[in-house]
């Protein structure tokens, strides 16, 4: 496709996301409060510093970092503006154009029919993609660059898989860990396909990784947040503590799936299935690239589903991504490997399948993120008058006693002068001090009375007074 084209393409997405982003006043996640007032301060103060004395009982105080500094770096553009919601949501709208035309790209790159149709459908592929899609988070900027990386490691050279590992792990280090899996995926299918070893994509990966590691502050300390929030989590949740996660650590239940995700799970099957049949067949392609995007993309679609039902739903954007590119690899390189009597029926049989995904998906998805954006999202005010009375009412440093850890980033936005127990992971606070998260752990549940106690279940002699507890333990 030449410039132009690339361009209509670029604007068709921006039409998109404005007219979502813009459909409400709300911010689709809370913690855009936080990232766009932290970019605001990188600006303002000081570039390098990522001391945090904010979340007094968090352990992102102690180490003074945060696994997120190169999105803050990304988003000090759109601080500029004198109203920094709508810089935010400005943000918003840029980020994701840009990751559904690196999508199209991609798909364009490796020559899948319709480009532009396959992108559409990864937009409204379901209403909890599309309204991940309005949120001004890393991971819809890592999405992007985790799709780009993969189609350099099934096509391209050492230096632009190792910038596009660096820029994920530096703009968003909790998904460090991704591009080994896609390399990891990348380079067995080549195996098995070209009959070689590829020794330089996990290297230029390795090279990317350190590199996006050490050019952010404290490496070392990012290095211990990650363990906490990736493997400390883990492990908590395993042993089944009542641990208050937000709903995106948990699995997608079977309801949710079903509800929201019926034309993309229907999809991705009718692609697996068609792959079964033509392989039944003893039907053949010839092109090494093609072969390796179709068995990666089914191999790795596969383990985002299973992480997305069994482990943690944040996983589904990337089932979705690459679900979507396993079956527009099977409509468009199977279909055209098939006897020549046998590809004008399938063609249009593929045409109408995907045109019909595509007429359910795009209302079902628009309308309930309309819904959610109203109902579940949060309004650019909210808290403003409340921050505002603590920060005329208090003196600078004082400690805010705000068990409910959502609200923090909020609060923080607005009132910079107070300090708060914690914010953005209960993760954080849990692995500070465990006897303090549950004492606030009750304060959410509304379980407090004259007595509390530092664990999930209190006995007779692990009572504290509790007014003596909110004194001498939170200040």
Known sequence: MNRKGLLIAFGSFILFTTLFQFSSPNLADGDTFFYIRQAWRHRTENLLDESFPWFQFSIIKDLSVSLWYGFFILLIPFTLFPDLIFGAKIAGVLFAAATLFIYFFVAQRHKLRAPFLWTALFFFSAPNILFRFLMVRMQLVSLGLCVLLYSFLIRGSFWPILFATAGIVWIHANFAWVPFLLAGVVSLTKFFSEKRIDWQSPLAVLTGFLGGWLLRPGPISAAKLFFVQIIQQSLVKQAGAPILFGTENFPLSLQTLLRNFSPLLLLWMAAMVFLGWF????????????????????????????????????????????????????????????????????????????????????????????VSLEKRGYKPNQLRETASWLEENSHKGDLVFNPYWPRTSQLFFWNQKNYYLNGLDPIFAYTYSPNLYWKTHYFIEDLVNEKICGAPACTQSMLEDTYEVLKNEFG
Do not use: C, H
């Open 279 to 370: 392989l039944v067949k003893k039907f053949s392609i010839n092109s090494k690239e093609e072969k390796n995007i179709l068995w990666s993309s089914l191999i790795l679609s596969t383990a985002f589903f299973v992480l997305t039902m069994f482990v943690a739903r944040r996983a589904y954007d990337f089932w979705a991504a690459f679900g979507i590119i396993l079956a527009a690899a099977v409509s468009t390189y199977l279909v055209k490997a098939l006897p020549q009597a046998k590809q004008k029926n399938l063609n249009l049989f593929a045409v109408i399948f995907v045109a019909v995904i595509l007429a359910v998906a795009i209302p079902v998805s628009a309308s309930k993120t309309k």
